[in-house]
């Protein structure tokens, strides 16, 4: 089983940048399609990104696109996600998570979760 710790969230102004760290450990990371989701507060969960176990294939949330860039680097057992632009309205907890395949990882279905972090944007 793949245990997930996230890393790098914290408060930033409107416009700002942050990169957020999904690290893993257990055995074969890199055979897992790997993804983003956030919640906001009152809200349910929502997906943000996904990348393939290669990294070839990506995917993101209308609401990130053109700010938000996930990469992975298997021999780190890590996965990234970096936001630019940042808005208020991305303020929440930010999960990172793995699955078997791609389309069942952009689907919600995964296996482990990270504890989150939390991202604060201010206006």
């Known amino acids: 089983q793949v245990q997930l710790v996230e890393s790098g969230g914290g408060l930033v102004q409107a416009g700002g940048s942050l990169r957020l760290s999904c690290a893993a450990s257990?055995?074969?990371?890199?055979?897992?399609?790997m993804g983003w989701f956030r919640q906001a507060p009152g809200k349910e969960r929502e997906f943000v990104s996904a990348?393939?176990?290669?990294?070839?294939?990506?995917r993101y949330a209308d609401s990130v696109k053109g700010r938000f860039t996930i990469s992975r680097d298997n021999a780190k057992n890590t996965m990234y996600l970096q936001m630019n632009s940042l808005k208020p309205e991305d303020t929440a907890v930010y999960y990172c998570?793995?699955?078997?395949?791609?389309?069942?990882?952009?689907?919600?279905?995964?296996?482990?979760w990270g504890q989150g972090t939390q991202v604060t944007v201010s206006s």
């Open positions: 998570a793995c699955g078997w395949t791609f389309d069942t990882v952009v689907a919600g279905i995964t296996g482990s």
């Open positions: 990348i393939s176990w290669s990294g070839s294939s990506t």
């Open positions: 257990g055995r074969t990371f890199s055979s897992y399609a």
